[in-house]
T-cell receptor
Framework: EAGVAQSPRYKIIEKRQSVAFWCNPI?????LYWYQQILGQGPKLLIQ????????DSQLPKDRFSAERLKGVDSTLKIQPAKLEDSAVYLC?????????????FGPGTRLTVT | GENVEQHPSTLSVQEGDSAVIKCTYS??????FPWYKQELGKRPQLIID?????GEKKDQRIAVTLNKTAKHFSLHITETQPEDSAVYFC?????????FGAGTTVTVRA
């Protein structure tokens, strides 16, 4: 089966600019996650979707970050305006809801550099 | 929320020796404990996981143990090989929400 797809793979922007990331989960996976992974740290959950509804966005900096998952498939994560501390890899992951396994399948990530 | 601590942050082992990574978690309601391996520039990949109703699980050279009373779990890699060099992350979850440790960089010396 095809894996989780993300684009772009790399992005360099200046602070105060806007940026958007795209994720296409594995077909049929109802649950989708966005993580932020700062260099040298573990992934930190930003937002979790169940189909097109938000399950958990408690760690999403809502003053600058937004995410949506229209039609319950693809998702976009936006940062506006970006800050230097937003430099990180943004990982998307998906899980088939209701499956006997909680395994999350990760995409290759988008490496964001804010200068 | 859940807090996961992971030790050590770096680990260097001689090829063929064993490697052990330890994690502790704070929320006794956590019921799923996966371990992910992340090679440089690549996506995290699940290598083994364990549920709270199991004390130990093994898959070839990799094993995980869980002590619910002490709220800690460990990854054991035996007969290490150069391809085991990577960053390893533990995680704990209640249902689908994962909280990750900070990672352990494992280097296997030839």
């Amino acid at each position: 089966e095809a894996g989780v797809a993300q684009s772009p793979r790399y992005k360099i922007i200046e602070k105060r600019q806007s940026v958007a990331f795209w994720c296409n989960p594995i077909s049929g996976h109802a649950t989708l996650y966005w993580y932020q992974q700062i260099l040298g740290q573990g992934p930190k959950l930003l937002i979790q979707f169940q189909n097109n509804g938000v399950v958990d966005d408690s760690q999403l900096p809502k003053d600058r970050f937004s995410a949506e998952r229209l039609k319950g498939v693809d998702s976009t994560l936006k940062i506006q305006p970006a800050k230097l501390e937003d430099s990180a890899v943004y990982l998307c992951a998906s899980t088939p809801f209701g499956a006997h396994s909680y395994e999350q399948y990760f995409g290759p990530g988008t490496r964001l550099t804010v200068t | 929320g859940e807090n996961v601590e992971q030790h050590p942050s770096t680990l260097s082992v001689q090829e063929g020796d064993s490697a052990v990574i330890k994690c502790t978690y704070s929320d006794s309601a956590s019921n799923y404990f996966p371990w992910y391996k992340q090679e440089l520039g690549k996506r995290p990949q699940l290598i083994i996981d364990i549920r709270s109703n199991v004390g130990e699980k093994k898959d070839q050279r990799i094993a995980v143990t869980l002590n619910k009373t002490a709220k800690h779990f460990s990854l054991h890699i035996t007969e290490t090989q150069p391809e085991d060099s990577a960053v390893y992350f533990c995680a704990a979850s209640i249902g689908y929400k994962l909280s990750f440790g900070a990672g352990t960089t494992v280097t296997v010396r030839a």
